[in-house]
């Protein structure tokens, strides 16, 4: 019994089989069991979910805003459209009902788990933006840090003067870095320093850093990208848990 074909390249039909074996051969097979997987998965706990709330005025409302993003409100440009990519209205509809039903779905997984994720990974979230002045000696720093507080001297100045990093050539600017990735030496520095400070000098390989704090970025969940980042992750980790979980055999026709 031959398998039946979905593809046809130049009239020539190729059969699932067939298909596979391609993908096989080219290293791209797991990665199409995975995204096959996935969208099982999903439209398994879509079915399961208590039925959406979605309106046949929120699907039409949806379309004509798409047609008329795509400027496709004229009816014989928007078939020509539909036919270009070779769908249909109907599938069109079918599309815009699943993320809508997502839409629905997605909250219910994510929103138990938001509050507790955010203070689990606050420290990594937190920034503060910091500027530095490196040198190769701890005398060296030590004076520099007691000529900026004690006798006034221009942090920017000196860093232009003595650092040694690139970074001297703008200021010794670092931008805003995640609380959680700076050193637990500096960390705890920080942590009670203020807008201002100077902290150290610390030693790393064998060189000796002087940081000026400018600016704490404290996290929030108000925070749009903050929430939409973290709603992604609990998401992902949510559908990998139920990947690991399932049995995926394939069967080749020899």
Same mark, same amino acid.
């Given at each position: 019994m031959n398998t039946p074909a979905f593809l046809y390249i130049d009239s020539q039909p190729i059969p699932i089989d067939q298909i596979l074996r391609y993908l096989h &051969?080219?290293? #791209? +097979? *797991?990665? /199409? @069991?995975? &995204? !096959? +997987?996935h969208q099982h998965i999903l439209e398994q706990a879509l079915q399961s979910c208590p039925e959406a709330h979605i309106s046949l005025e929120q699907v039409e409302r949806m379309i004509a805003e798409f047609r008329q993003q795509k400027q496709l409100v004229d009816d014989q440009c928007f078939q020509q459209w539909l036919a270009q990519e070779g769908t249909t209205e109907i599938a069109l509809k079918q599309d815009i009902m699943h993320r809508l039903r997502l839409e629905q779905f997605v909250p219910t997984i994510v929103e138990p788990k938001l509050q507790e994720t955010f203070i689990n990974q606050k420290l990594y979230l937190d920034q503060v933006v910091l500027s530095q002045l490196v040198v190769d000696s701890q005398e060296l720093a030590e004076e520099l840090k007691t000529q900026i507080t004690e006798e006034g001297a221009s942090f920017e100045q000196l860093v232009r003067e003595y650092s040694v990093s690139d970074d001297r050539l703008i200021?010794?600017?670092m931008g805003a870095l995640s609380r959680g990735q700076l050193s637990d030496g500096l960390r705890a520095m920080i942590d009670v320093a203020q807008p201002g400070? @100077? !902290?150290?000098?610390l030693e /790393? *390989? #064998? #060189?000796? /850093? +002087?940081?000026?704090v400018e600016q704490f970025i404290p996290a929030s969940l108000a925070d749009e990208a903050i929430q939409t980042s973290l709603q992604t992750q609990i998401f992902e980790e949510w559908m990998a848990e139920r990947m690991r979980d399932r049995h995926v055999e394939l069967q080749l026709a020899s």
């Open positions: &051969t080219s290293g #791209q +097979l *797991e990665s /199409f @069991i995975s &995204t !096959v +997987l200021n010794g600017m400070d @100077i !902290v150290g000098p /790393f *390989e #064998q #060189q000796w /850093f +002087l940081y000026r």
